[in-house]
């Protein structure tokens, strides 16, 4: 090996995100490096979730391209939910195969010219193939054509579940059934490269296996500003699918889209509640609420833990937020909780339950969510506890927290009326 090959090499091995940015990509950042390296040399089979505007469909040409370069023997099929969906992506490929820096890379590790051999809206071939197999290299389909006869070494789902998965069972019983069809057309040695967004409890993602996910707040590639824009111009639904992964319920939905604010210091001198978990599948959930005038600022974190081991955050947050009395219910620890909260200097109060939950939600955060301002850095699994609560619902600590509050708030106060 030349020291070029090797340098060249090293470079796709290590830094593959290179490429992306010397074909125009310049977006790109360590976490995309991480995934196309995935995309790569990943040995099983892989599903990644991503929320929309990552950059995940970018990658993943990227390393289709790289595949076809690196790897000319292998054949690729690439499916996304439509065939126009496919046209996008292979044209995409195409570019970047051309591109001097693919052009020099297959140079330097081959010595020929990379020439396409076929290049149409589904299908590109090169020269560097040498197997005698008559299939090209990258073949793109909608995931519901057939794929009788079809056979690949490596098999590419993006994007095969949208918003129609959601609102439709029928749509999300075919794409689950062609998926499970995709498996017989994988080649002994071969695997699956999975990508998307999850849009129902029951849609194809669902079979996925190796799932990864990257939220927005662990891609950190949006900002507060765009948050915020994105929160207030679609339903609480549609956000929590496109960009936390996650499935709220919709048209039942009790609360609607809630709003933000980015002004941590209104909510100092605020009061607080605990919802305790003691264990089984509860969680424990932590609501502060400042009221000011006809507004109310509010922050709430959900754990999924006993409330002894989310204590220490609990008491960081009271501080951090320099709220007062931190209300909690007796019926179920006959005080323990308010004492552990005193000797921490978190000064709690204590009440017996005797309302309904379902009454007491409906009464109180129904009533007065639209005048809730939350802080930007309240828990999403807190909002979205509210936000698919039902009378049914399996899980209600965040809006039970949140209803007690306010509440008290009330009773106190007399603001409400």
């Known amino acids: 090996m030349t020291p070029q090959e090797k340098r060249y090499l090293d470079l796709v091995k290590n830094e593959p995100v290179k490429f992306g940015h010397w074909t125009g990509f310049n977006d790109l950042v360590d976490i995309h490096n991480e995934w196309i390296k995935s995309f790569l040399f990943a040995k099983d089979d892989q599903t990644l979730l991503a929320h929309r505007g990552s950059f995940k469909t970018t990658c993943l040409a990227i390393a289709i391209a790289l595949l076809i370069v690196l790897f000319p023997n292998l054949n690729i099929i690439f499916f996304r939910k439509t065939d126009t969906d496919v046209i996008e992506i292979v044209q995409q490929v195409r570019k970047i195969l ?35 197999r008559g299939t090209s290299q990258l073949l793109g389909m909608g995931i519901k054509a057939s794929i009788t006869g079809k056979h690949a070494d490596i098999i590419i789902t993006d994007d095969i579940v949208n918003v129609k998965d959601r609102v439709s069972k029928a749509e999300r019983e075919i794409i689950k059934l062609q998926y499970q069809e995709l498996q017989n057309i994988k080649n002994r040695g071969g695997r699956f490269i999975n990508t998307g967004t999850p849009w129902h409890k029951e ?7 190796n799932v990864t996910k990257y939220d927005f707040a662990k891609t950190a590639l949006i900002t507060k500003e765009q ?26 939905a009790m609360f609607g889209t809630p709003k933000y604010t980015n002004e941590p210091e209104l909510i100092f001198n605020g009061v607080g509640h605990i919802d305790a978990a003691y264990g ?21 974190k959900r754990w999924e833990k006993h409330v002894d081991d989310c204590l220490s955050e609990i008491v960081a947050f009271h501080k951090e937020f320099r709220a007062g009395t931190i209300h909690v219910e007796k019926n179920a620890d006959k005080g323990y909780l308010a004492k552990e909260l005193n000797k921490r200097k978190a000064f709690a109060q204590e009440y017996h339950e005797s309302q309904n939950k379902f009454i007491k939600i409906t009464t ?16 999403p699994e807190y ?12 899980h209600d600590d965040s809006p039970d927290s949140a209803a007690s509050l306010l509440r008290k708030i009330k009773g106190q106060s007399g603001w409400l009326v």
């Open 98 to 132: 051309l591109s001097d820096y693919f052009q020099k890379l297959a140079y330097v590790l081959y010595g020929v010219e990379l020439i396409l051999l076929k290049e149409n809206s589904y299908e590109i071939d090169t020269n560097l193939k040498t197997s005698a």
């Open 203 to 209: 849609d194809a993602i669902s079979k996925m296996p």
């Open 227 to 252: 948050l915020q824009h994105l929160r207030g111009s679609m339903s609480p639904s549609l956000f929590a699918a496109n960009y936390e992964l996650k499935h709220i319920a919709d048209g039942d």
């Open 280 to 300: 089984g599948s509860d969680a424990t959930s932590f609501t502060i609420f400042k009221v000011m005038g006809e507004r109310i600022i509010g922050f709430g």
């Open 364 to 379: 109180y955060l129904r009533k007065y969510w639209k005048q809730i301002e939350w802080l930007e850095d309240t828990d």
């Open 383 to 394: 909002i979205n506890e509210i936000l698919d609560y039902t009378e049914n619902a399996e």
